[in-house]
């Protein structure tokens, strides 16, 4: 203010200067009065930016100083020459104060109310997408007009805090179990006005190789030729089979002699990666029947590979193998589609199946799981400050005197929780046998050994039971009981907590054996 008011006198004294031969001049500025007519017209941008344009008016005024009234600490100065000064708002009602100058210095005030109001944000649009090789996670987006940003509840938690994004922006989040959700999105404007839509997404369990029939997911057969495919009860829970569930197919009298079934997974077989041999526990009424496997691609029938095995008991559960290492594995197979008695017309007999697994005809890493096997690398992972190797067993004798064991150590000042795990290459099958237990080796008695399972694509989903040693420097048999545990969850990572909620001090546990028990 100080500034313009020299300004002012400087022009005052020019003028006076100018005008030294003619004090009718210099009377008529000293006479000269206080601006008048104060006036001002607001404009405002109808996009959300909160641009305003003010437009001061006032008779005999020469400058003015606009006070925009939102904590801005000086003001802006302008000549009526300039036409508007233009002032970004944050939506809300103000106080415009305008001093205008005359020629002479003197000042008239003026203040006008100004409202800033935003739009509600309009046309919100979400689109939601799954994650590749993840049935857990959903990719959110979203898009609006008059929006600034948005605000995302994922709807499995009632209590949640949103997530904020922008436009433009991926945002994800992992389900723990399968279930139809609904998804709300909140666009906001930069004010008070906003906008929200909703959408919902569902979370499946995905049917994928190895099938039990276990699962609580919908299977959907595609009989052909007169035969039908149906989940049942197992008829015969005994020998290599005592799971609940098994698939049936009934070819009924008079079916083709290729009738059969089918059911599509969720995901694409991958043969190079996950072995070339499928494994089928199968149960006949006679032997000696041709039991055909036909692979596949769910788009193209004609993308297909087909392996066929023979039955060689009557109304017992055997292992059938069918080896597609001639099969294309860039023909994306997809389907499973199975024959039973191929060859022959129907005549009303059912036939069983089950436990459609893929395997690499080699040892796999798998329960049990003994550490002795060369031909595989147990890799573990360690956590916290942990970590687990492979070595010769240091105490062989007593309940263990196999050569090799697991042995972790838990580094000084590791953290309580840490831990190694290693994963399976198939989930844990616990349809018939639901505890685990395992052989432990622990310098002291009385520490936790926590055993945790977790699902290989989404660790959220999970299960943990605690054991505690009851000897030092001998081997024991610790018993985890997992009764009442979600098969369908797919539990394929081991992790194992030794001393559980106590910080490392260097000490080494051992561990083998690992395995489902009764």
Known sequence: MKNFKYFIGL???ALSIGCSSDNDGIDNVDSAEAPSEMSALFTITQDNTGKVTIYPNSKGATLYDIYFGDGTTEPAHMTPDQGGMEHNYAEGTYEVRIVAYGINGESTEFTKPLTVTFFAPENLEITATPETGNPYKKNFTAKADFETFFQIYFGEDPNETPVSFNEGETVSHTYATVGTYTVKVVALSGGAATTESTTTVTVIDPL????????????????????????ANNPSQSGIN???????????PGAEVWAGTSFPLDQVINLTADGAIITIK??????????????????NNTLSAEVDAVTTVANQWETLTYNFSAANNGNNFQRVVLFYDFGNNGTGSTFYFDDVKQTTGLPQIVLPLTFDNSALTY?????????????????????????????????????????????LQQPIDFSSQQKIKIKVWSPQSGIIVKLKLENYANANINTEVD??????NAW???????????NANNYQRVVVFFAFGTAGTGASYYFDDIKLSN
């Open 11 to 13: 022009f005052v004294a």
């Open 208 to 231: 994928l190789l190895p099938v039990t029939f276990e699962s609580s997911n919908t299977i959907s057969f595609g009989d052909f030729g007169g035969a039908v495919g149906a989940v």
């Open 242 to 252: 005592t799971s609940n569930k098994v698939g049936r197919i009934t070819k009924n």
């Open 282 to 299: 199968a149960y006949s009424p006679a032997p000696g029947k041709i039991v055909k496997l036909k692979l596949e691609n769910i788009s």
């Open 379 to 423: 890799a573990f992972t360690g956590f916290g400050g942990a970590n687990t190797t492979v070595v010769d067993n240091p105490a062989s004798g007593g309940i263990n005197t196999t050569p090799k064991v697991a042995k972790l150590v838990k580094n000084s000042g590791s953290e309580v929780w840490a831990g190694s795990f290693i994963n």
């Open 467 to 472: 054991a505690t040693t009851t000897t030092s």
């Open 476 to 486: 024991e048999e610790l018993t985890y009981d997992f009764t009442g545990v979600n």
